[in-house]
């Protein structure tokens, strides 16, 4: 069974930082590219970040650029999201996806992700 698991989110006030990690099992998507994606209720799924298969090219919506850094580590299966001066707009759930029939490409486009995780709660008190 192919799992993504996210941890590392919590409360935490703004100027402050968090670390997310996702893990994935039961398959490898070090060939792929994977993202980290954010929701609140009423409101569509927002694309945060994503990343190619090495890590050698990374895309960020605006809102995040200068503050939230992805990365990845193939050995481990674990994707990350460091996101350091969080403000209050930042409070969501956030979701790590990967899209298992890119090879070696770049998605920004959240219907292409056919696995996802289960999301953590970020929230970034004032």
């Known amino acids: 069974q192919v799992q993504l698991v996210e941890s590392g989110g919590g409360l935490v006030q703004a100027g402050g930082s968090l670390r997310l990690s996702c893990a994935t099992s039961?398959?490898?998507?070090?060939?792929?590219?994977m993202g980290w994606f954010r929701q609140t209720p009423g409101k569509d799924r927002e694309l945060v970040a994503t990343?190619?298969?090495?890590?050698?090219?990374?895309y960020y919506t605006d809102s995040v650029k200068g503050r939230f850094a992805i990365s990845r580590d193939n050995a481990k299966n674990t994707v990350y999201l460091q996101m350091n001066s969080l403000k209050p707009e930042d409070t969501a759930v956030y979701y790590c996806?990967?899209?298992?029939?890119?090879?070696?490409?770049?998605?920004?486009?959240?219907?292409?992700?056919?696995?996802w995780g289960q999301g953590t709660q970020v929230t970034v008190s004032s």
């Open positions: 990343i190619n298969w090495n890590g050698g090219s990374t």
């Open positions: 039961g398959r490898t998507f070090g060939r792929n590219p």
């Open positions: 996806a990967a899209d298992s029939r890119n090879d070696y490409g770049m998605t920004a486009v959240a219907s292409e992700y056919d696995y």
